[in-house]
């Protein structure tokens, strides 16, 4: 008989996860799984709806990275109706992307990241959080989060029409332009973005790289997995978030291939397992052999690590020296440390707020020319993004007049979502001993095998109260509960 | 004294939705009825003389909901709740301190934090936030299935949670009006 250990959920407002851990009789881990579940029918939601209210409708999906389906869906409809966005279409929508990114990573790790290592990972849990991350290293710290927060929003609201859920992308390019005078606003909030990335960057470099036991934690076995790795890149192989092809690395680090979103299908299959609904994307060429790494297993994965390892280097200058300095502190390419995401996420950061910069000092994002209309007849299309957690897929196929006849989506945690299961499984596997107590700290190692990957599980409900108490109950051979923990 | 009414959720994930729904409902009555003739939508900068109250549907939690609400002194939330304990479709009126931090101080998805602790974030900021946030919950039934449509119980409790915001916007301005007056 085997005991039965439940983390539920870990997360919420993504969407539960759970995450479940079966003992043997000897008290180590038997099997783990981490299930999600599935927000049910939202490709049958849009089916009858006219592409352009996709990227409005997609947005909604997820209460993290509307911008994301935004930029997604808006890219899909382009594909759909056959029309390329000039120029300053496609620097706007950017702009909005690399601001949003500046946004997203600030809050994932300084909320997230930040309190298992500035407080360190066994600290007490009413400590280990961002509020005890704002304690320890100063007020300023969260004034500017909460700036770097708003800079975010503000270009996305100039953009986008509106905050968090932008409105103005359709097929073609954008419903409105911007002014001169606020590029220069756009332009001066990206410069202090620049700072805070640095910021974030040597704070960084101050409290884990100079700390031996973190930089041991982050190069030890227990989150180190060795699979694929994808990421959207340009022209010149250098990571880029908004357009570009997909770059597929084994687990050496070399490039297999490259492939445009309309290729996506002949790489990427899905593979399903009973006792989840989610499915398990996997590279096709490859085949699936199961949850485990190594150059024959399809496993792959999807983050900031990932692009940086599917990547040749950085498209900006700073960025492209952080890039230099990671790989040639971490033994070289590819990095495997899951727990060096957070790392590769601040680099993503620096090179979003330098993005940012670039795009608004070009006048011509000012321009008049935003939207071309389109002119062909809707068939089919995908649009690809760099997710801030993964590659995002959209699909749409439509009749003459542009309805949705079909439409499937793969969101960015979706890619992750083996790898996701192995280092849960890894970690639980090796901290979980016989006869030992299973305590809070040990937990919270486990969580941090997946908070890495920035896991979104679908769906923006802020049904309250909110959460249930993340709670561990363990059960003895007769399903007996013996221990209960509760956070 | 400036106050927000916001509608909290997703509106195309089921009862999720029902913060929307009754937030636009107190607009439509505060027009009909001209309840509170300084109400209005949020964003509306055409006003003639200042408003004290903005009303607002928003797909936000955490740490932006947190940003939303500054510069307001009294906030109203409204949104679907599951405890499980309730009938679908109560109305249940509540301060944000009576419900349980789900946190409590911990990060509560894998994403952001809870709204309590992004609201003590930024009162130790220094961030003018609202001194009272009331909640009006609506116990709902179905929020993981993709749908405009709210489950029936949930959509008759929509004129009583509509009632419900407008008796505690009359609770915050009636004892200002009536000091105003004398």
Not at chain 1, 8 to 13: G, K, V
Not at chain 1, 208 to 211: E, I, Q, R, T, Y
């Given at each position: 008989m085997t005991q039965r250990i439940t983390?539920?959920?870990?997360?919420?407002?993504e969407g539960h996860g759970k995450i479940e851990i079966f003992l043997n009789e000897e008290g180590e881990v038997a099997n783990t799984y981490f299930q999600i579940p599935e927000l049910r029918g939202f490709e049958r939601f849009c089916v009858?709806?006219?592409?352009?209210?996709m990227p409005l409708l997609t947005n909604r999906i997820c209460g993290v990275c509307p911008e994301a389906h935004h930029m997604a869906a808006a890219k899909a409809a382009d594909a759909v109706y056959h029309v390329d966005p000039p120029r300053t279409a496609k620097m706007l929508r950017e702009l909005l992307y690399s601001a949003f990114y500046v946004t997203d990573h600030t809050t994932h790790f300084y909320a997230l990241a930040g309190p298992d290592f500035v407080m360190g990972p066994d600290a007490p849990v009413a400590e280990r959080n961002i509020l005890g991350v704002i304690h320890k290293v100063g007020l300023e710290i969260g004034s500017k989060v909460i700036r770097a927060r708003k800079y975010g929003h503000t270009v996305v609201e100039i953009i986008g029409g509106r905050k968090v859920h932008p409105c103005t992308s359709i097929p073609g390019g954008l419903t409105k332009g911007i002014t001169e005078e606020q590029r220069l606003e756009i332009l001066e909030m990206g410069k202090w973005a620049v700072e805070f990335a640095q910021f974030s960057l040597k704070l960084f470099s101050d409290i884990?790289?100079?700390?031996k036991a973190y930089v041991d934690l982050i190069l030890g076995d227990i989150y180190t997995h060795r699979t694929y790795y994808i990421g959207t890149v340009d022209e010149n192989n250098r990571v880029n978030f908004y357009d570009g092809k997909v770059s597929v690395v084994d687990?050496?680090?070399?490039?297999?291939g490259k492939y445009a979103p309309h290729e996506y299908t002949e790489w990427i299959a899905e593979h399903v397992e009973p006792w989840t609904y989610l499915k398990f994307p996997y590279l096709k060429k490859v085949g699936w052999k199961g949850f485990v790494d190594g150059k024959d297993s399809g496993v792959y994965c999807a983050t900031p690590l990932s692009r940086l390892n599917a990547?040749?280097?950085?498209?900006?200058p700073r960025a492209q020296e952080e890039y230099e300095r990671f790989y040639a502190t971490l033994g070289g390419k590819p990095v495997h440390q899951r727990l060096a995401t957070h790392w590769a996420r601040l680099i993503e950061l620096l090179y979003a707020a330098e993005r940012w910069v670039e795009l608004a000092s070009d006048p011509e994002v000012a321009g008049p020319n935003f939207h071309t209309v389109p002119t062909e007849m809707p068939t089919e299309g995908v649009g690809i993004v760099e997710a801030p957690r993964g590659t995002l897929t959209h699909h749409y196929r439509t009749d003459e007049r542009g309805i949705v006849t079909k439409a499937n989506l793969i969101v960015g945690t979706t890619n992750n979502y083996a790898p996701i299961s192995m280092s849960i499984n890894k970690a639980a596997r090796t901290l979980?001993?016989?006869?030992?107590q299973i305590t809070e700290p040990i937990l919270n190692m486990i969580e941090m095998a997946f908070r890495p990957y920035d896991p979104c599980f679908g769906c923006a409900t802020h049904t309250l109260p909110g959460q249930m108490p993340l709670e561990v109950t363990i059960r003895n051979a007769q399903g007996e509960v013996v221990q209960v923990l509760k956070r | 004294m400036r106050t927000i009414v916001i509608g909290l959720g997703n509106p195309i994930l089921g009862d999720d939705g029902v913060g929307w729904k009754v937030a636009q409902a107190v607009l439509q009555r505060n027009e009909t009825e001209s309840r509170f003739s300084l109400l209005q939508p949020a964003g509306c900068k055409e006003m003639h003389h200042p408003c004290p109250v903005e009303v607002e549907c928003v797909s936000l939690g955490g740490l932006s909901l947190m940003e939303r609400l500054i510069g307001y002194d009294r906030a109203i939330l409204i949104d679907a709740m599951q405890t499980g304990q309730r009938p679908v479709g109560t109305v249940h009126v509540c301060t944000l301190e009576d419900l349980p931090n789900p946190s409590a101080g911990h990060s509560t998805s894998a994403h952001d934090t809870s709204l309590m602790t992004a609201l003590e974030i930024g009162r130790r900021m220094g961030l003018h936030l609202p001194s009272q946030i009331d909640v009006v919950a609506i116990e709902a039934e179905q929020v993981y299935n993709f749908s405009e449509d709210l489950s029936p119980p949930v959509a008759a409790a929509i004129p009583q949670a509509c009632q419900a915001v407008l008796n505690l916007l009359k609770s915050i301005y009636d004892p200002l009006e009536h000091k105003e007056s004398a």
């Open positions: 983390i539920d959920p870990i997360t919420r407002l009858g709806r006219p592409i352009e209210e884990v790289l100079s700390n687990p050496q680090g070399n490039r297999i990547a040749d280097g950085m498209a900006t979980i001993k016989k006869g030992q | -």
